[in-house]
């Protein structure tokens, strides 16, 4: 059985960090690339960033380059986003993303909200 299962998300004040985790089960982590998407309220969902399979490539929406970090431990599983200088356009439910052909898993998203 498949899971994806975000964590790390929570209430930030301006400028803060948060480092967002997803662990995965049930497929081949190892084989997948990984993605995390964001939809913040009345917006449609989009992508964040996304690194491949082996962890040497990697993507960023041009609103988070230089301020996000993804990475990957195929040992644990898991996928990590580092958010620094967060803005309160940020805003959103992060969802984490397994994808490898026609195989397509996503998590129940996290919320974070950044704000003062």
């Known amino acids: 059985q498949v899971h994806v299962v975000e964590s790390g998300g929570g209430l930030v004040q301006p400028g803060g960090s948060l480092r967002l985790s997803c662990a995965a089960s049930?497929?081949?982590?190892?084989?997948?690339?990984m993605s995390w998407y964001r939809q913040a309220p009345g917006k449609e969902r989009q992508l964040v960033a996304s690194i491949g399979n082996t962890g040497y490539s990697t993507n960023y929406a041009d609103s988070v380059k230089g301020r996000f970090t993804i990475s990957r431990d195929n040992a644990k599983n898991t996928v990590y986003l580092q958010m620094n200088s967060l803005k309160p356009e940020d805003t959103a439910v992060y969802y984490c993303?397994?994808?490898?052909?026609?195989?397509?898993?996503w998590g129940q998203g996290t919320q974070v909200t950044v704000s003062s």
């Open positions: 993303n397994a994808l490898l052909t026609r195989y397509n898993y």
């Open positions: 049930g497929f081949t982590f190892s084989n997948f690339a």
